[in-house]
Nanobody, 121 residues
């Protein structure tokens, strides 16, 4: 079994910062990519940022220059540093991993339980 455990969400004022963390554990054979998605009320889940095992990041246009995703090579933990937060960043943030479980031949997606980020004065 594989688990993604997130932490770091909360309430912050516009212009503030938060750091989210996500730790992947369990029967992981290969971890190809980790990332963060978010879903605001009434909207579809969207990609925020992701990073490959080789360290190549990819960001949504809406967060470029404000958010930074870290490599996850140490301990299978990925961080999302969020600066200059805006009210429109308010959403539930979900950690995602593309991985192969021990005994499986194909890669599959795994999701965390989600953590709420609220940006409001």
């Amino acid at each position: 079994q594989v688990q993604l455990v997130e932490s770091g969400g909360g309430l912050v004022q516009p212009g503030g910062s938060l750091r989210l963390s996500c730790a992947a554990s369990g029967s992981i054979s290969s971890l190809y990519q980790m990332g963060w998605y978010r879903q605001a009320p009434g909207k579809q889940r969207e990609l925020v940022a992701r990073i490959t095992s080789g360290g190549s990041p990819n960001y949504a246009d809406s967060v470029k220059g404000r958010f930074t995703i870290s490599p996850y090579n140490v301990g299978n933990i990925v961080y999302l540093q969020m600066n200059s937060l805006k009210p429109e960043d308010t959403a539930v943030y979900y950690c995602n991993a593309l991985l192969t479980r021990w005994g499986d031949r194909e890669a599959s997606d795994c999701w965390g339980q989600g953590t709420q980020v609220t940006v409001s004065s």
